[in-house]
């Protein structure tokens, strides 16, 4: 695969902890990295990259450079990516697209005018257990699916030290996690037409405890559209099972995540995600009452998308991610927070 030369944007958790490592993975280069206070940890992790000081730094090399990846908080994803677009370089965004779907709709607008070199990091579309989930729904071995769980909990009761948790314009975990609950759940189960929601924040200034109840749109032969349950929380003792999926013939169970166990695997042995002896790999279970029979695990990683990505700048084509999803996933989380506020169900 050949090398892209890679602008990244923000060094911290995101831009170092989670693009720079698939990056490498990748085989790709970063050549530039705005940071105003990691240029230690750039020259150790790429020596010889240039470190600039803002985007409009960076932008000024642009012809140095094949993908801007941005990862700055949510709150400049705007900016930086509308200034990356007008430099004519194709551009990765993390997730959230945007704050809002106003703002996300003028990004996908401005991408549109740029020729369509706009992509969103929604990197979870490529975790094992929605591609396991997805090998199950088109082979139709759970039969019709009628409610889909997901949850993203944990313990964390004190909070760390970051921009995400302390900053209640951040969006909180809505905006971080929920992008890629709702994101998840429309890929599988299609649009949206109602949402309600719990929003909370119970030990940090911004949004820790979320739960979404989405019902989505009816089939084509009319079946009742499916109910996608989804919930990420940060002072959660005893988190439930990650993924579960009912339907009329089967069950699709997952619990533990990124190969850790939750306190529900440990307690509940009958569905403990570690291999019996002589099992193969698994990613979760099919469960059809007292019995289940592991998933086979699925080829493939985060690291794919960044491959697509690679092909997508050098050869055309539709973006790995289609930043349009982003704005419909941005439709959702606007209305869960107006769901909150009045304690209604929001229909789209």
Not at 86 to 105: M, W
């Amino acid at each position: 695969m050949e090398h892209l030369r890679v602008g990244l944007v923000g060094y911290g958790g995101a831009g170092r902890g989670i693009h720079g490592r698939l990056l490498r993975e990748a085989r790709q280069r970063v050549t530039h990295v705005v940071t105003r206070s990691r240029a230690a940890q750039v020259e150790q992790d790429w020596p010889g990259a240039v470190v600039v000081p803002d985007v409009d730094a960076l932008l000024r090399h642009v012809g140095e450079l094949d993908l801007v990846v941005v990862a700055s908080p949510t709150g400049e994803h705007a900016a930086h990516v509308l200034a990356a677009l007008a430099a004519g370089v194709h551009v990765l965004v993390d997730k959230p697209l945007a704050t809002s779907t106003a703002e996300a709709e003028r990004l996908v607008d401005a991408s549109l005018h740029a020729g369509g070199r706009l992509t969103v990091f929604q990197n979870r579309r490529w975790d094992t257990e929605q591609l396991a989930l997805r090998g199950l729904l088109e082979a139709g071995t759970l039969g019709r699916v009628h409610r889909f769980e997901r949850r993203w909990e944990r313990f964390r009761p004190v909070p760390q030290d970051r921009w995400k948790e302390n900053d209640p314009t951040s969006g909180g975990l809505l905006l971080d996690l929920g992008a890629h609950l709702v994101d998840s759940a429309v890929q599988l189960f299609g649009p949206v037409r109602s949402v309600y929601a719990e929003l909370a924040a119970r030990s940090t200034p911004a949004v820790d405890d979320v739960f979404l109840a989405l019902v989505h749109a009816d089939g084509h032969d009319g079946t009742p559209g499916v109910v996608s349950h989804l919930q990420a929380g940060s002072v959660v003792g005893a988190p439930g099972p990650r993924t579960r999926v009912l339907g009329d013939q089967a069950a699709f169970l997952v619990t533990s995540f990124e190969g850790e166990p939750t306190p529900f695997a440990v307690l509940d042995d009958a569905y403990e995600e570690g291999r019996r002896p002589g099992e193969p790999a698994h990613e979760g279970w099919l469960v059809r009452g007292a019995t289940r029979e592991p998933v086979p695990m699925p080829a493939g990683g985060h690291v794919d998308l960044y491959r697509e990505v690679v092909r997508w700048v050098l050869d055309g084509g539709p973006p790995p991610v289609d930043p349009a999803d982003a704005v419909r996933t941005a439709r959702v989380l606007d209305a869960a927070r107006q769901s909150a506020a009045e304690g209604t169900v929001v229909r789209l």
